[in-house]
């Protein structure tokens, strides 16, 4: 599988609110967690489009405790220590799949390079491989695979 796009940080320090009622919900790994609540920073709307994360976007931690989901919180602005993952080629539902799959594999490494907070690098997603099926069957896999609700609501 070649790799999917992971898009990472914006320092959202860069766009600070100023209109609180016209800003975006900064998404940090406590986001993720916990949700988006009036605790949580906020980002001016010049943030660019490729940083806005919207509901159905799979957001993955690639520092400290690495997690991953398919985000349902809202429209929000994408900060440091996570990547926004797309790809042009395979359907979403696949790309989590494989992000989970090797997730305690990702982990395990960032557990072994901690110091401070362990991290993974670009180098660690670029050797995980997996076996694609070909394109005109994931359409129907996807249709089959009862998973698929499930992971972009429970994760």
């Not at 790994?29 to 509901?55: F, H, L, Q, T, W």
């Not at 994408?78 to 696949?94: D, R």
Request: proline letters at 5%; glycine letters at 8%; a positive charge.
């Amino acid at each position: 599988m070649e790799s999917p796009n992971f898009s990472m940080v914006l320092l959202c320090k860069k766009f600070p609110a100023t209109d609180p009622d016209d800003s975006l919900p900064v998404i940090k790994i406590s986001e993720m967690r916990n949700g988006v609540n009036a605790k949580s920073d906020r980002a001016s709307r010049d943030v660019p489009e490729k940083y806005i994360v919207k509901n159905g976007d799979f957001l993955f931690s690639w520092s400290g405790s690495l997690l991953a989901k398919f985000w349902t919180g809202g429209e929000g602005a994408l900060n440091q220590h996570l990547f926004k993952v797309a790809s042009e080629q395979y359907p979403m539902w696949f790309v989590g799949h494989w992000v989970y799959h090797y997730l305690e594999e990702f982990q395990m490494i960032a557990a072994s390079k901690a110091t401070t907070m362990g991290h993974i690098q670009r180098g660690h997603l670029k050797v995980a491989m997996t076996i694609c099926p070909p394109r005109r069957y994931l359409g129907e896999i996807g249709c089959c695979d009862g998973t698929v609700g499930r992971a972009s609501n429970s994760m």
